[in-house]
C-alpha cells in the first residue's frame, strides 16, 4: 500500500489497547487468568480503593495461589482479590504504525466526540505533536486527538464477522483456523455473513477445506434461557436425605456468538 501511495510515507508508532475478548466474566473473577501488563478499565466505583468508574489500572503482579492481583493506580500500588472488582475490562498493550491514508476503527465508545463502538475513518495527516487528523466514515465529520486521549482504535482493514455485519465491501478475505476456533463461533450464519459482505469478490482460506465446509455448514441455533420444572424441593430448604439445598427452578446454558479479535496487520 505504501508503494501504490495509498498511504503516505511517515509513519508514527502509537500504543494502542488490545482487548482481551476471549476473558469472560467468570474468567476475570480469577488472577491466573491475568497477566503482568494487562491494562484494566474500571466499569464501576470503587471507593474503598480510589477507583472511579473509567479509571484505568495496570496489573503489576500475580498470585495465583492467594487469588490476588497487584496494580498500579494513579501513581500507587495496591492488591485485591479480582472477585471483588471483577467488573472490569481487560486489555493488552500492543504497537501499531500508522501513517497518513491508514484507515482504523475505534473499539470502544467515545461518548465525548459521539463516536460509537466500530466506527472506522481514515487518517488524513499526522502533525509534529503526534495528534491523528482522521475522517469519519459514518459521516464524513473531522476529527483530531492524539492517541494518549484515546487508545481504543486500532487498523480497520480487517474485523470480525459480527463487526462487520451491515457494512459493504468491494472484496471479501475471511480466514477460519479450523483447529483454533471456537466451534461454536463457525456455523452457516458466519457463512452468510461473511460471504455477503462482498459486492465483486469473496475468498474464504483455511487449514483444512473438509473441516472448514463442515463447520461452514453447521446449523446456527441460539438456545435461550427456559424454566425448568418445578422439583419436589422447596426452594432455600434441605432436601431430605442431607444432600443439600437444590433450587426449584433451573436455566438451560445459553449459547451465543462471542465477539473475539486480534490486531491485524496492513495488507
Same mark, same amino acid.
Given at each position: ?7 503516505? $510515507?511517515?509513519?508514527?508508532?502509537? %500504543? ?15 488472577? #491466573? $487468568? ?8 474500571? %466499569?464501576?466505583?470503587? !471507593?474503598?480503593?480510589?477507583?472511579? $468508574?473509567?479509571?484505568? #489500572? =495496570?496489573?503489576?503482579? +500475580? ?23 471483577? *467488573? ?7 504497537? *501499531? ?5 491508514? $484507515? ?17 475513518? =481514515? ?17 464524513? *465529520?473531522?476529527?483530531?486527538?492524539? !492517541? ?14 459480527? #463487526? ?18 471456537? !466451534?461454536?463461533? +463457525? ?14 469478490? +469473496? ?11 463442515? %463447520? ?8 435461550? #434461557? ?10 432455600? *430448604?434441605?432436601?431430605?436425605?442431607? %444432600?443439600?439445598?437444590? !433450587? ?5 446454558? +445459553? ?13
Amino acid at each position: 500500500m505504501r508503494k501504490t501511495g495509498e498511504i503516505g $510515507q511517515d509513519e508514527r508508532q502509537v %500504543q494502542i489497547l488490545d482487548p482481551r475478548n476471549e476473558m469472560t466474566g467468570a474468567n476475570r473473577k480469577w488472577a #491466573a $487468568q491475568y497477566e503482568v501488563g494487562n491494562v484494566l478499565r474500571y %466499569q464501576r466505583d470503587s !471507593p474503598e480503593a480510589g477507583i472511579r $468508574q473509567g479509571d484505568y #489500572a =495496570t496489573v503489576t503482579a +500475580v498470585d495465583i495461589q492467594r487469588n490476588r492481583i497487584s496494580v498500579e493506580h494513579k501513581g500507587r500500588s495496591f492488591e485485591y482479590d479480582p472477585r471483588r472488582r471483577s *467488573r472490569v475490562e481487560v486489555y493488552r498493550e500492543a504497537e *501499531r504504525g500508522f501513517s497518513p491514508g491508514d $484507515q482504523i476503527r475505534f473499539t470502544r465508545p467515545w461518548n465525548e466526540k459521539g463516536i460509537s463502538n466500530g466506527d472506522s475513518a =481514515t487518517i488524513r495527516g499526522i502533525d509534529s505533536a503526534g495528534n491523528l487528523h482522521v475522517q469519519s466514515h459514518q459521516n464524513g *465529520r473531522e476529527l483530531a486527538f492524539h !492517541p494518549e486521549e484515546n487508545r481504543h482504535i486500532d487498523y480497520a482493514y480487517a474485523g470480525t464477522s459480527q #463487526a462487520l455485519q451491515g457494512a459493504t465491501v468491494e472484496r471479501v478475505v475471511g480466514y477460519v483456523d479450523t483447529g483454533h476456533t471456537n !466451534p461454536q463461533l +463457525v456455523h452457516n450464519r458466519l457463512a452468510y455473513t461473511g460471504t455477503s459482505r462482498g459486492q465483486y469478490d +469473496v475468498a474464504w482460506y483455511t487449514d483444512d477445506k473438509n473441516k472448514f465446509k463442515a %463447520q461452514m455448514a453447521a446449523e446456527y441455533s441460539k438456545t435461550t #434461557a427456559i424454566e425448568m420444572p418445578p422439583s419436589n424441593h422447596t426452594s432455600g *430448604r434441605k432436601a431430605q436425605g442431607g %444432600q443439600g439445598d437444590r !433450587p426449584i427452578h433451573g436455566v438451560a446454558s +445459553v449459547r451465543r456468538g462471542e465477539r473475539s479479535g486480534a490486531g491485524v496487520e496492513r495488507p
